[in-house]
């Protein structure tokens, strides 16, 4: 989602910024923007579509403070005058976040007699900042106010035309780190924005005020200037690389040996709390992680007394946690950043109820926040649509039950099913002009074919519905004609006779049936169109193997429809919005 970079030193800051917003592009964005100060002045240049489009506009603007933008739309279209950074009169500013109320204020901002161009909330961010500031003439007691009108969340870079080796920047639920250097500083979304130049950062809390400049930066809590907490990055940030793959997915789906053996062996159980002692474990997570939720549920439920349910983060965030039970909330995050997520854990935090992150990414705002973490080491993750660091997070419940999983015997398993691919790409040739589809299993499979609908619909734009497939005689089988495209997984054998069942009732009204199953449950060849057996591994890791395959033919029919795989529409790869 948005993301912001800032600098202000004695360097050419557009190169700077541009690099940065390069670092920043993971996040998913549509347009991309730069303003720098040149003769008390800003200058602002930006475009819609990819940072190398915007960097080809640029001129030659040798500037030394400047701020950055990537966007991804929420209030108005992708478009140029959408995009930021946004200026009215005197002020320019960037904007990560939502102001919520910003209608009525830009009502009353257009009484005042301001005009706007854009459809964004975040221009209205700009007027008001703008015109706090001809009242006060003082950025700190501007954003001070500014916190007190506004609704919403943001993080929020400003330049004042006039002032050129200043930037105010101010955040409330939206990420923003300062990085500190000799004789230059910056502001940016994460770390690994600013890692080429220094790894000393200091963090932003919520609701904080900062003035920086190129030897000074002052920090504003409560009204009160605080001490610079300077925090070392100590963590080397892979390099993104594609490694001869065509698509960042498929790299990340071959990594999965790696990820999995890496997953095992950092693995301890002193991270955890004594999980023995909860009477309620709520898991909650967003999209593929509230997935990977589910299994992790349907795992613990069978050593654990507690009652274990997995919510979605945004639901969850607006419900009361029972104060009688002794609860645990696990958020599983791959991003770290997930908006609904955080507001969770910080809910939590306020009630003092114990949480437990299942993290991605390092020292990110979810890892900060929680009690107890374990980070799942999947490495950095680029395609939107997540493939290794959900493994992951499975691997991570699957290990939580029983740490003594057979390493080498799954290694072995993921690396016979990755070999799997061809008949992957001949299923992705089967569905590919399809234009609905289902997945369909029972338990543990179910959720399997949960999180390979989702595949399918963010990167193939394939509408697919995953169903228990018991389920599917309630209502759903009236769908059913000649060739409806099902997609059936059965790895658990104790309920495969019932699966099995359901796969003769779509067949009988004619349905196709492609058949995902691990290799010694035996199905009758008149009940399938296709199958693709898997590996037999031990029963709590049985699912990733499974997972592989829909992640191939998920991967494979995007591809051969032409999809930007790595980049799928309208979708970013860090949602820091609610
Ligand atoms: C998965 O492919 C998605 N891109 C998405 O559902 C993702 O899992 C979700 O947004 C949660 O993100 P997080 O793991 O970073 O919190």
């Known amino acids: 989602m948005c993301g912001i970079i800032g600098y202000v030193g004695s360097k050419n800051a557009p190169a700077i910024l541009i690099e940065g917003l390069k670092k920043l592009e993971y996040r998913g964005y549509d347009s991309a923007g730069i303003a720098v100060l040149k003769n008390n002045k800003t200058i602002i240049t930006k475009e819609k579509g990819t940072i190398c489009k915007l960097e080809e506009k640029l001129k030659e603007n040798m500037s030394t403070t400047g701020i950055g933008h990537t966007r991804w739309a929420t209030h108005g279209v992708p478009n140029k005058i959408n995009s930021h950074p946004h200026k009215v009169e005197n002020i320019t500013i960037v904007h990560n976040g939502i102001i919520e109320n910003y209608l009525e204020l830009k009502e009353k901002l257009i009484n005042k007699g301001y005009n706007f161009k854009s459809d964004t909330d975040s221009e209205v961010a700009c007027a008001l900042i703008c015109d706090l500031f001809k009242e006060k003439n003082d950025m700190q007691k501007v954003l001070e106010e500014?916190?007190?009108?506004?609704?919403?969340?943001?993080?929020?870079?400003?330049?004042?035309?006039?002032?050129?080796?200043?930037?105010?920047?101010?955040?409330?639920?939206?990420?923003?780190?300062?990085?500190?250097?000799?004789?230059e500083n910056f502001i940016a979304s994460d770390v690994p924005a600013i890692l080429e130049y220094?790894?000393?950062?200091?963090?932003?809390?919520?609701?904080?005020?900062?003035?920086?400049?190129?030897?000074?930066?002052?920090?504003?809590?409560?009204?009160?200037?605080?001490?610079?907490?300077?925090?070392?990055?100590?963590?080397?940030?892979?390099?993104?690389?594609?490694?001869?793959?065509?698509?960042?997915?498929?790299?990340?789906?071959?990594?999965?040996?790696?990820?999995?053996?890496?997953?095992?062996?950092?693995?301890?159980?002193?991270?955890?709390?004594?999980l023995t002692k909860y009477e309620k474990i709520d898991i909650v997570a967003c999209?593929?992680?509230?997935?990977?939720?589910?299994?992790?549920?349907?795992?613990?439920?069978?050593?654990?007394?507690?009652?274990?349910?997995?919510?979605?983060?945004?639901?969850?965030r607006y419900k009361d946690i029972n104060p009688n039970f002794k609860t645990l909330v696990i958020v599983i995050s791959q991003s770290g950043e997930t908006a609904d997520s955080l507001e969770v854990i910080k809910k939590a935090n306020e009630k003092n109820i114990d949480t437990l992150g299942i993290i991605n990414v390092y020292k990110s705002s979810i890892a900060r926040e929680v009690k107890y973490l374990v980070y799942t080491k999947a490495g950095f993750e680029i395609s939107v649509a997540t493939t290794k660091a959900y493994l992951s997070q499975i691997t991570t419940?699957?290990?939580?039950?029983?740490?003594?999983?057979?390493?080498?015997?799954?290694?072995?398993?993921?690396?016979?099913?990755?070999?799997?691919e061809q008949d992957c790409i001949n299923i992705?040739?089967?569905?590919?002009?399809?234009?609905?589809?289902?997945?369909?299993?029972?338990?543990?499979?179910?959720?399997?074919?949960?999180?390979?609908?989702?595949?399918?619909?963010?990167?193939?734009y394939i509408h697919s519905e995953a169903y228990p497939a018991g389920e599917l005689k309630h209502g759903t089988i009236s769908l059913v004609s000649k060739n409806t495209p099902f997609i059936a997984t059965i790895t658990d054998e104790v309920i495969s006779e019932k699966t099995i069942s359901n796969i003769k009732e779509v067949k009988a009204r004619d349905g196709n049936i492609t058949l995902i199953a691990t290799e010694d449950i035996k199905v009758n060849e008149d009940y399938y169109d296709s199958l693709i057996q898997i590996p037999k591994v031990q029963k709590d890791l049985q699912p990733l193997l499974a997972i592989i395959i829909l992640q191939l033919i998920?991967?494979?029919?995007?591809?051969l429809r032409g999809c930007d795989i790595d980049k799928p529409r309208n979708l970013a790869k860090s949602v820091t919005v609610e």
């Open 397 to 420: 419940f699957a290990l939580m039950v029983n740490s003594k999983l057979n390493k080498e015997e799954i290694v072995k398993a993921i690396n016979k099913t990755l070999k799997l």
């Open 198 to 274: 220094t790894n000393k950062y200091i963090l932003l809390e919520d609701m904080d005020i900062a003035i920086i400049g190129k030897n000074d930066i002052s920090i504003f809590r409560s009204n009160k200037k605080i001490k610079n907490d300077i925090k070392i990055f100590d963590k080397k940030v892979d390099k993104i690389d594609k490694n001869g793959y065509k698509h960042f997915m498929l790299k990340e789906i071959n990594e999965q040996p790696d990820v999995i053996r890496r997953t095992i062996e950092s693995f301890s159980k002193k991270d955890l709390p004594n």
């Open 287 to 316: 999209g593929s992680a509230y997935h990977a939720g589910l299994i992790g549920e349907h795992l613990l439920s069978k050593k654990l007394k507690a009652v274990i349910t997995t919510h979605i983060a945004s639901e969850y």
């Open 428 to 460: 992705a040739k089967k569905i590919k002009n399809q234009e609905n589809l289902f997945f369909i299993g029972r338990g543990i499979d179910h959720y399997i074919g949960l999180e390979g609908s989702l595949k399918l619909k963010e990167i193939s």
């Open 554 to 559: 998920s991967y494979h029919t995007a591809r």
């Open 146 to 183: 500014f916190k007190k009108i506004t609704r919403g969340a943001y993080a929020i870079g400003v330049l004042i035309d006039g002032v050129e080796d200043k930037i105010y920047a101010i955040r409330n639920k939206s990420p923003l780190i300062i990085g500190v250097s000799e004789e």
